[in-house]
């Protein structure tokens, strides 16, 4: 008898979490996308602020979401309508369904808003206003229930840490028995992961409460792994133009992950 699929959680936001999701279709049986809803630049910033809603941009690159938050009453449910009608397989759930802004700890001083959090350098945290914003529950359930959680890649402190920040996942992540792998972005991003190696990221994730058990990534120039204190599963995982990642590498070495 063959294995049952297993369930797939993927935590963070923008094109990087679309990447993993595609990249867990090829393997997974129940499979969940959590997005931050932290983006206040472009159309997203816009709209939060004419109509006092969560942004929407990071969840409209991994599903393309269509005008039902209102019909349904709700935002979780508005966009798991959306993706019956558009036939996506999984949920993709918003981190929080309360409007949030990021805020990061840096060495010079607060800095707030997703756009301005982006341009600083030396960050040491970030968190949320308000900070009991919550996860919608069938996140926390997911992600209780899963037997991989795979967080990134991303931005690390403005998509993937702006998600972690909500209150509840991390500690869903951490209570739960699945094990967690973080991809890590193919490059550092200048300034917000200026000179951040591979061990960097695990250190900022240790900082916001989560512990991972493997990184995958793709130590390419300007990408160093450093002193990881993890398993470090280094593969190309490169498409064909080597500036993004390949859904079908990067399938193979998560699946990897649970053989």
Excluded: W
């Amino acid at each position: 008898m063959s294995r049952p699929r297993p369930s797939v959680v993927a935590i963070g936001g923008g094109h990087g979490t679309a990447v993993t999701l595609k990249a867990a279709r090829r393997y997974a049986g129940t499979l969940t996308g959590i997005v931050s809803v932290a983006d206040d630049g472009g159309s997203s910033g816009r709209l939060r602020e004419l109509l006092n809603v969560v942004a929407l941009g990071d969840i409209r690159k991994c599903l393309i979401l269509t005008g039902l938050i209102d019909a349904m009453g709700d935002l979780v449910l508005g966009v798991r309508e959306a993706a019956q009608l558009l036939g996506a397989r999984g949920d993709v759930l918003p981190a929080t369904t309360e409007p949030v802004v990021l805020k990061a700890e840096a060495g010079h001083g607060t800095v707030a808003g997703q756009v301005a959090v982006m341009g600083t350098g030396g960050i040491r945290t970030v968190s949320l206003v308000p900070e009991d914003a919550l996860a919608p529950p069938l996140a926390l359930e997911r992600i209780a229930e899963a037997d991989q959680v795979v967080i990134g890649p991303g931005s690390l402190f403005t998509s993937v840490l702006a998600a972690v920040a909500v209150k509840g996942i991390a500690e869903a992540v951490a209570s739960s028995e699945a094990p967690v792998v973080y991809v890590c972005n193919l490059r550092p991003q200048i300034p917000e992961t200026e000179a951040y190696d591979v061990a960097a990221h695990v250190a900022a994730l240790a900082r916001h409460g989560v512990a991972v058990d493997a990184v995958v990534c793709d130590t390419i120039p300007g990408m160093a792994i450093g002193e990881a204190v993890v398993p470090v599963l280094d593969v190309p995982l490169t498409d064909e133009n080597g500036l993004v990642h390949s859904p079908a590498k990067l399938a193979q070495a998560l699946a990897g992950l649970l053989a």
